[in-house]
T-cell receptor, first 114, second 114 residues
Framework: DAGVIQSPRHEVTEMGQEVTLRCKPI?????LFWYRQTMMRGLELLIY????????DSGMPEDRFSAKMPNASFSTLKIQPSEPRDSAVYFC????????????FGPGTRLTVL | SQKIEQNSEALNIQEGKTATLTCNYT??????LQWYRQDPGRGPVFLLL?????KEKRKERLKVTFDTTLKQSLFHITASQPADSATYLC?????????????FGQGTTLQVKP
């Protein structure tokens, strides 16, 4: 298996633009997680899905952020409009079930908002 | 408030020595705790999971302890090697019943010198 796949790996955009990050979880995994990592705040959970259904989005910073999982093999995280404070590395992770299973992280998308 | 604390300062040790990293938490009652390794520019990689009813767990040169009274986990790497240099993150479930929602510490950077 190729592991969790994220695209793009790097994104540079201007303030106010829409940004869409993409994730393909490991085949057969039922849970998907979106995280954001910054030096100041560390690794923070934004939202997670179980069987394509959003379970907890309490970590989503504000209404500018939205996430979807239309099927078991694809998820998106959208920021509209983007702001410089959104600059961070965004990770997607998947696990077999939502319980105590290991989470497998993707390589991340480094987002820079100018 | 809930808090997870790891040594913020980098840990520098000599090759062959044992590295000990600390994870302390407050106002949590986690059912389990996980340790991850993160290399620069990459996503975290799972190392070990220890449950609340386990005192100690080992995997090759790695050992983790979990003291729910002290609210502390210790992560040991014996016979350390320069290849062990990385940032190590501890993560707790948030205590609300095996939801898979992990809360991560800020991480401790380990540097093993040859």
């Amino acid at each position: 298996d190729a592991g969790v796949i994220q695209s793009p790996r790097h994104e540079v955009t201007e303030m106010g633009q829409e940004v869409t990050l993409r994730c393909k979880p490991i085949s057969g995994h039922n849970s998907l997680f979106w995280y954001r990592q910054t030096m100041m705040r560390g690794l923070e959970l934004l939202i997670y899905f179980n069987n394509n259904v959003p379970i907890d989005d309490s970590g989503m910073p504000e209404d500018r952020f939205s996430a979807k999982m239309p099927n078991a093999s694809f998820s998106t995280l959208k920021i509209q409009p983007s702001e410089p404070r959104d600059s961070a590395v965004y990770f997607c992770a998947s696990s077999l079930r939502s319980s105590t299973d290991t989470q497998y992280f993707g390589p991340g998308t480094r987002l820079t908002v100018l | 408030s809930q808090k997870i604390e790891q040594n913020s300062e980098a840990l520098n040790i000599q090759e062959g020595k044992t590295a000990t990293l600390t994870c302390n938490y407050t106002n949590y009652s986690p059912a389990y705790l996980q340790w991850y390794r993160q290399d620069p520019g990459r996503g975290p990689v799972f190392l070990l999971l220890i449950r609340e009813n386990e005192k100690e767990k080992r995997k090759e040169r790695l050992k983790v302890t979990f003291d729910t009274t002290l609210k502390q986990s210790l992560f040991h790497i014996t016979a350390s090697q320069p290849a062990d240099s990385a940032t190590y993150l501890c993560a707790l479930d948030n205590g609300s019943g095996n939801t898979g929602k992990l809360i991560f510490g800020q991480g401790t950077t380990l540097q093993v010198k040859p």
